[in-house]
């Protein structure tokens, strides 16, 4: 990357490269940001609308006036960052360029796209860490794919080496949920939470409850037979869904296309990972509590890593293994702020250090620097979603920029 870059750097000084040539060919700055406003806020809002308003009509038997403000406050919250993040670094590149009289390999993206992330500052604080997360989780799919720091290398060339980052990290995660009742997203909770040990005269004659030992309701055979079930619906749902939007046109036209196009996409490996893991995950936890009578914090931990072997079918799915390794920083993270001493004050300063936006704007950077000139590395999903919040000009200014070495590129 960082060869690269120079080799871009050279040939955009060579060229007289301008914001009007890039973004806004016969207009002016100040048209084109009055222009764009209005269009960056309406398509943002077409992202989030399906996000936050689908779920809150499948729930609708739920619905009541204090949900919907709610969804509504954070809708609002969502679209004025996301399209000021956009906005603002327009507004950057058409600054900095009549400011230096053109553009250059850092005026037109990397500088641009920081300050477009501190957009993350006007963001409400509950969904701040969520547009955090989603940039960490592309920020990882990519250096994963450009493989250029070793450990990243690494993981890319090692099947098994992944699938033990994700069984280390999956122990990690439901260790934390045991601990915090931490708020992460993660596929499933753990059985029991941890609450303070009571002093108490054991009695001797009290016989052991086998199903209380697990701490669920129903025998472990039941139990297990459920986890499984549920998670295997779950995973053929979201794979029906994904197959569904991303061929929502073939349904329309012809539905017996559409289902028999459904069938096909659906994937046996991740519906391995996605019923294996709990129920790998669950099948431990019961045969430890079993064998041991009592269940404990370690069982629940040695479950969760185990648990994650069935990654090994799934393994190519860089977006899991990142949303994984976000969560499992996040968690680390969180216990660290809940646990440091505040009376020794070590390493007290770590946790006023702003991480969620640094990541933001830092990581916002990288994402769209690759997206423009490093395409190979940018995962699909951002290309779609580049291409409709920025209303086609983010693909408009690689066309413009790659025709300098490529010069067919232009139609
Ligand atoms: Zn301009
Ligand atoms: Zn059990």
């Known amino acids: 990357m960082a060869a690269l870059s120079k080799y871009y750097s050279e040939i955009m000084r060579n060229h007289n490269v301008?914001?009007?040539?890039?973004?806004?060919?016969?207009?002016?700055?100040?048209?084109?940001?009055?222009?764009?406003?209005?269009?960056t806020i309406f398509r943002v809002s077409q992202f989030f609308v399906p996000l936050y308003f689908l779920p809150l009509?499948?729930?609708?038997?739920?619905?009541?006036?204090?949900?919907?403000?709610?969804?509504?406050?954070?809708?609002?919250?969502?679209?004025?960052?996301?399209?000021?993040?956009?906005?603002?670094?327009?507004?950057?590149?058409?600054?900095?360029?009549?400011?230096?009289?053109r553009s250059s390999f850092w005026t037109l993206i990397?500088?641009?796209?920081?300050?477009?992330?501190?957009?993350?500052?006007?963001?409400?604080?509950?969904?701040?860490?969520?547009?955090?997360?989603?940039?960490?989780?592309?920020?990882?799919?990519?250096?994963?794919?450009?493989?250029?720091?070793?450990p990243m290398r690494m993981l890319k060339t090692h099947r098994s080496l992944r699938t033990l980052l994700f069984m280390v990290l999956s122990g990690v995660i439901?260790?934390?949920?045991?601990?915090?009742?931490?708020?992460?997203?993660?596929?499933?909770?753990?059985?029991?939470?941890?609450?303070?040990?009571?002093?108490?005269?054991?009695?001797?004659?009290?016989?052991?409850?086998?199903?209380?030992?697990c701490h669920h309701k129903?025998?472990?055979?039941?139990?297990?037979?459920?986890?499984?079930?549920?998670?295997?619906?779950?995973g053929m749902a979201l794979e029906v869904l994904k197959a569904?939007?991303?061929?929502?046109?073939?349904?329309?036209?012809?539905?017996?296309?559409?289902?028999?196009?459904?069938?096909?996409?659906?994937?046996?490996?991740?519906?391995?990972?996605?019923?294996?893991?709990?129920?790998?995950?669950?099948?431990?936890?019961?045969?430890?509590?079993?064998?041991l009578q009592k269940s404990t914090r370690l069982n629940q931990d040695i479950s969760a890593v185990i648990g994650g072997l069935p990654f090994y079918f799934c393994a190519?799915?860089?977006?899991?293994?990142?949303h994984t390794f976000a969560t499992g920083i996040e968690s680390i993270w969180h216990r660290y702020k809940k646990y440091s001493d505040p009376e020794t004050k070590t390493y007290q300063w770590l946790t006023k250090i702003p991480f969620i936006p640094l990541v933001y704007i830092f990581g916002g950077s990288l994402m769209y620097t690759s997206r423009l000139f490093f395409p190979w590395l940018a995962p699909k999903f951002l290309q779609r979603l580049m291409m409709l919040i920025t209303n086609c000009k983010f693909d408009i200014i690689g066309e413009r920029v790659h025709s300098f070495w490529i010069p067919e590129v232009i139609i």
């Open 18 to 39: 301008t914001c009007a040539y890039v973004l806004h060919p016969n207009e002016s700055c100040s048209w084109f940001l009055i222009k764009t406003l209005p269009i």
């Open 57 to 101: 009509l499948a729930n609708s038997k739920k619905l009541n006036k204090e949900k919907v403000y709610e969804v509504l406050e954070v809708f609002v919250s969502s679209v004025v960052g996301g399209s000021f993040t956009v906005y603002i670094a327009f507004l950057t590149i058409c600054l900095l360029s009549n400011i230096f009289g």
């Open 110 to 150: 990397p500088i641009p796209a920081m300050t477009g992330g501190l957009a993350i500052f006007f963001i409400n604080d509950k969904i701040r860490s969520f547009f955090s997360h989603a940039c960490s989780i592309v920020v990882f799919d990519i250096l994963m794919r450009d493989g250029s720091l070793w």
């Open 174 to 213: 439901v260790d934390s949920m045991y601990l915090n009742s931490d708020s992460v997203f993660w596929l499933f909770k753990p059985l029991k939470k941890y609450q303070k040990p009571i002093e108490k005269v054991p009695s001797e004659s009290k016989p052991i409850d086998r199903h209380h030992i």
């Open 218 to 234: 129903n025998s472990c055979d039941s139990h297990i037979l459920h986890v499984f079930k549920t998670y295997l619906m779950l």
């Open 244 to 291: 569904f939007f991303g061929n929502f046109g073939l349904f329309v036209r012809n539905p017996l296309s559409g289902f028999i196009h459904v069938i096909k996409h659906i994937k046996p490996n991740y519906l391995l990972f996605i019923g294996g893991y709990p129920t790998l995950t669950r099948l431990t936890n019961c045969i430890l509590n079993n064998w």
């Open 316 to 322: 190519n799915e860089t977006p899991i293994l990142a």
